[in-house]
Every structure is written in C-alpha cells, then in structure tokens.
C-alpha cells in the first residue's frame, strides 16, 4: 500500500515538473481541462503553473481541511470580519510533503521523507543539509525552507 503511495507522489512531481516545459496555449488548455472552465483573462505562465499543480496535488493528496474551507468561505463572505486566526510558524512537515526554494533564479524540491528528506535523487539526514548544499554555507535548513520565521531578535523586534 505504501508503495502505491510512493509512486502516485513520484508521477505528480514529475507531472508538476513538466508544466514548466508547456506552453501559456497549452497551460491555458490544461487549465480547461483540469478546472473545465476559461482561465482568468491576462493570467501569467507562473499563475496557471501554480494553479495547476495545486489541483493535481489536491486530487491525489486531498484538499483543504472541511474546518479550513469554512473558515475561507466566511472570510470572502465578509473579509473584515476578522475571522482569519493569527498564523502560527509551523517547524515541521508531514512526510510526503514537497518543500520548494527558489534560491538565485532556481527552483529547488525536497521530499520529506519518514526519516530526513529527499534532494535530486540524494537522501540527506536534515533540511539544513539540503540547504547548506544549495547555498554552500551554513543555514537552518527549516528556516531556509520557510518552515520558521525570523526570530524577533533578527526582525528588529525586542525580546
């Protein structure tokens, strides 16, 4: 069972990966195909890629939590209600997931895998591995990922 798991990952990253190499025509097609209705006019390559992806990713993995989807509809019903909860930092991710960087005008994927994470067909023990190969010094790999935020300290705030 897992390995089917395992696999259906593996296809949609590399379905996600070729969106890059189509066309906007041929993104705009997809977009009808996978939403059956028009993309929004003057959307860009990095929009219908984006959207796109995300609706593969939801129809293999799932979508929004039932609480997180009510929670959207009240808040577009009345956006100054201030039903949005502050956000909190989330420091850690659920294996499968997929962590990408654009680091200097490059993307870069990482699989969290059950134990350490996966970068370029190479497995590493932590993110901060990953990150220090991409950079080539040294990072905390969660914050270099966007999975914690600077502290207060590094964003000018006091202690």
Request: contains cysteine.
């Amino acid at each position: 069972m897992e390995q089917g798991h395992s696999e259906s990952q593996e296809q949609i990253r590399c379905a996600i990966a070729a969106l890059a190499d189509l066309t906007i025509d041929e993104l705009k097609e997809r977009w009808r195909s996978i939403y059956n209705c028009a993309p929004p006019g003057r959307s860009s390559k990095k929009l219908l890629v984006s959207a796109i992806a995300y609706r593969m990713q939801e129809r293999v993995l799932g979508g929004l939590k039932p609480s997180v989807r009510t929670m959207l509809e009240r808040v577009s019903e009345n956006p100054t209600a201030g039903l949005v909860p502050p956000l909190r930092s989330v420091s850690k991710a659920s294996t499968g997931t997929v962590l990408i960087r654009d680091w200097r005008g490059q993307s870069h994927q990482v699989t969290v895998l059950e134990r350490g994470v996966a970068y370029r067909q190479k497995n590493y023990r932590s993110l901060s591995q990953v990150a220090r190969v991409i950079t080539g010094t040294r990072w905390s790999g969660p914050r270099f990922f966007g999975l914690r935020g600077r502290s207060k300290e590094e964003s000018g705030g006091t202690l």
